[in-house]
C-alpha cells in the first residue's frame, strides 16, 4: 500500500436520493469498526471546496437509516469542474488529512471524483445513488426502488381520475437520459404506454399509445413520458394528441422532485448499507477508482471510468412486456 488510510472523507453530491442517509451511516459505522476516522464533507464538493468538514462519530448517524435526503446535504456544484476550483478541494483534504474519499452520488458525482483522483492521486470509491439508475456496472441505485414506488402510488391516484372523467392522462417521470424509471413504472402501474428516448421515435410511441387505448376499446389511459425523452415533455405529447386527435380529452401531471423524496424502502435501505460497507472494505483492499455495484445480488467492483462511460440498456424484455400488457 502506497500509504495507510487513518481517514476517510465522505460525502454526498448532486440529486438527493432516498437511502443516502443509509449510506453515510455505513460507510461511518464501518470505517469505526475498522479503525478508521470519518470527516463528513457537508454540501457535497461545495463543501470539499469551502471547507466545510465535521467528524463523525457513530452516533452522529444514529437515527438516520429511515430518513429520505441526505443529512450532510447536497449540491451541484459548477465550480468543482474547474481545475481551481478542484486544486481548492484538494487544499481541503490536505488541511483535514484526508487520505481517501467515498462519494455517493450518480454520474456528474463520479465524473468530478474520477478527474480529482487523477489529478491529486486520491483513492477515490464510489457509490452509485441516483433515482435515475442509469449507471452501468450495477443492476440497481440507491434511491431507485424508492422512487419506482412513490411514482407507482402515483399512478394509481391518478388511474382513479382518468377513469371517472374517461381522460388520457400524460405522467411525466424523471430520469435525466434514461428511461429505466418510466418504463418500469409504466408495468408496474399498468399503464397503456410509456415514452422514454431509448426509443427512435417518439411519435411512432405516441401513436402506439393510441393505438393501444383504441385497440381495447378504453375510453381512458396514463401514458409516462419520460422528461427528456421530447422537448417539451408530456405538455408537448399532450398537444400533440389533441391536435391529431381532438376526441381526447388530455391531462398532464408533472411529478417533479416528488419523485426524489420519501422514507427509503428496505431494498434501498439495505443496498446502501451493503455498499457503504463495501466501499470501505474496497478501500482496505487497497482499491481506488472504482464504483461499487450489485450484480445479481453480489457486491462488486466496477472501474469509475467504465460506470460513467458504458451505456446501460433497456432490458428488450421490459419494452416487450410493457407493449403486450398495454393492449
Ligand atoms: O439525477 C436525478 C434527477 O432527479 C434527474 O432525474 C433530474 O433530471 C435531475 O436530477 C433534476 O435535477 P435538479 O433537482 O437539480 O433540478
Known amino acids: 500500500m502506497e500509504y495507510?488510510?487513518?481517514?476517510?472523507?465522505?460525502?454526498t453530491s448532486g440529486g438527493d436520493a432516498p437511502g443516502m442517509n443509509a449510506a453515510v451511516r455505513a460507510v461511518t459505522r464501518a470505517a469505526i469498526c475498522n479503525h478508521i476516522r470519518v470527516k463528513a464533507i457537508f454540501r457535497g464538493y461545495k463543501g470539499l471546496i469551502d471547507g466545510e468538514v465535521k467528524e463523525f462519530?457513530?452516533?452522529?448517524?444514529?437515527?438516520?437509516?429511515?430518513?429520505?435526503g441526505t443529512i450532510i446535504k447536497s449540491a451541484r456544484c459548477p465550480e468543482f469542474q474547474t481545475p481551481e476550483g478542484r486544486q481548492l478541494a484538494y487544499q481541503t483534504l490536505q488541511r483535514e488529512q484526508i487520505d481517501a474519499l467515498i462519494v455517493i452520488g450518480g454520474d456528474g458525482t463520479f465524473t468530478g471524483a474520477r478527474l480529482f483522483a487523477q489529478e491529486f492521486n486520491v483513492p477515490v470509491i464510489g457509490i452509485p445513488a441516483t433515482i435515475d439508475n442509469d449507471l452501468w456496472g450495477t443492476d440497481a441505485t440507491i434511491g431507485y426502488d424508492t422512487s419506482l414506488g412513490t411514482i407507482m402510488e402515483c399512478i394509481d391516484k391518478l388511474r382513479d381520475t382518468a377513469t371517472s372523467h374517461e381522460r388520457v392522462f400524460l405522467v411525466e417521470v424523471m430520469g435525466r437520459d434514461a428511461g429505466f424509471l418510466t418504463l418500469?413504472?409504466?408495468?408496474?402501474?399498468?399503464?397503456e404506454a410509456a415514452i422514454i428516448p431509448e426509443r427512435a421515435s417518439v411519435k411512432e410511441q405516441i401513436e402506439d399509445a393510441?393505438?393501444?387505448?383504441?385497440r381495447k376499446s378504453k375510453n381512458s389511459a396514463i401514458v409516462l413520458v419520460q422528461e427528456h425523452a421530447i422537448e417539451g415533455g408530456a405538455n408537448a405529447v399532450a398537444k400533440m394528441i389533441e391536435q391529431e386527435h381532438p376526441e381526447y380529452s388530455t391531462r398532464v401531471t408533472i411529478l417533479g422532485h416528488l419523485q426524489r423524496g420519501g422514507t427509503?424502502?428496505?431494498?434501498?435501505?439495505?443496498?446502501?448499507?451493503?455498499?457503504?460497507?463495501?466501499?470501505?472494505?474496497?478501500?482496505?483492499?487497497?482499491?481506488?477508482?472504482?464504483?461499487?455495484g450489485v450484480q445479481n445480488e453480489e457486491i462488486i467492483l466496477v472501474p469509475l471510468t467504465k460506470a460513467i462511460h458504458q451505456k446501460k440498456d433497456v432490458k428488450e424484455d421490459k419494452w416487450q412486456a410493457m407493449l403486450t400488457l398495454s393492449i
Do not use: F, H, Y
Open 4 to 11: 495507510k488510510i487513518n481517514t476517510i472523507g465522505v460525502l
Open 57 to 68: 462519530s457513530s452516533q452522529d448517524v444514529s437515527g438516520i437509516i429511515q430518513r429520505g
Open 184 to 191: 418500469n413504472a409504466a408495468i408496474a402501474g399498468g399503464c
Open 264 to 292: 427509503p424502502t428496505a431494498s434501498d435501505r439495505i443496498l446502501a448499507s451493503r455498499m457503504g460497507v463495501a466501499a470501505v472494505q474496497a478501500l482496505l483492499d487497497e482499491q481506488r477508482n472504482v464504483m461499487v
Open 210 to 214: 393510441i393505438g393501444n387505448g383504441r
